[in-house]
């Protein structure tokens, strides 16, 4: 089955620092997402990004955050200026239409020190 | 706003036992509800979704939930439980005209031999 694909599988940054994480969504998919985890919490919404634009966001999702999918098959999350709050699983998600289901990768575990 | 409810953290099962993970959600409109399972490593795969029509969903795996609209219940049961079940277990609800999906805080499901 295609898989999306998440790297690095672990990020380490100290606070203040920019960081982008990337993922590779399934090649004929239309609809991206990004979402994170905070340890002991719950998978949190963070954006959806359709036709080269967010389509929708959280309030999660503030100035400090942007996407990007620079070249038609990488899909970037960057966080301009790391918080110790940024610390979380970050997971990718694509869709080939609206309301069929999510594939997610197995996430990116940021830790900002 | 629509939220899930996903009772107990943690629920422990012997092999060949019923599973019953529970899951109440809370919308205004008629929802989508869906189920995912984390194994470890790894992304979350869906294993089942409800969007109209028959309210007894199957899935993969041998899983299937009942949408129970009264008791705004969906909760995710399968026959006899084999040890590769075991993993971490999420509801999840979106409203139509939304992309987000809402997830609960996540069921994590012990099997012992």
């Known amino acids: 089955e295609p898989e999306v694909t998440q790297t690095p599988s672990h990020q380490v940054t100290q606070m203040g620092q920019e960081v982008i994480l990337r993922c590779v969504p399934i090649?004929?998919?239309?609809?991206f997402y990004w979402y994170r985890q905070i340890l002991g919490q719950k998978v949190e919404f963070l954006v959806s990004?359709?036709?080269?634009?967010?389509?929708?966001k959280s309030e999660i999702f503030d100035d400090q955050f942007s996407v990007e999918r620079p070249d038609g098959s990488n899909f970037t999350l960057k966080i301009r200026s790391t918080k110790l709050e940024d610390s979380a699983m970050y997971f990718c998600a694509s869709g080939a239409e609206r309301d069929e289901k999510l594939f997610f990768g197995s996430g990116t575990q940021l830790s900002v020190l | 706003a629509q939220s899930v409810t996903q009772l107990g953290s943690h629920v422990s099962v012997s092999e060949g036992a019923l599973v019953l993970l529970r899951c109440n959600y809370s919308s205004s409109v008629p929802p989508y509800l869906f189920w995912y399972v984390q194994y470890p490593n790894q992304g979350l795969q869906l294993l089942l979704k409800y969007t109209t029509g028959a309210t007894l969903v199957k899935g993969i795996n041998g899983f299937e939930a009942e949408f129970k609209k009264s008791e705004t219940s969906f909760h995710l049961t399968k026959p006899s439980a084999h040890m590769s079940d075991a993993a971490e277990y999420f509801c999840a609800v979106r409203n139509t005209g939304f992309q987000k999906l809402v997830f609960g805080t996540g069921t994590r499901l012990l099997v012992s031999p």
């Open positions: 990004f359709y036709n080269n634009e967010i389509s929708e």
């Open positions: 090649s004929n998919h239309l609809y």
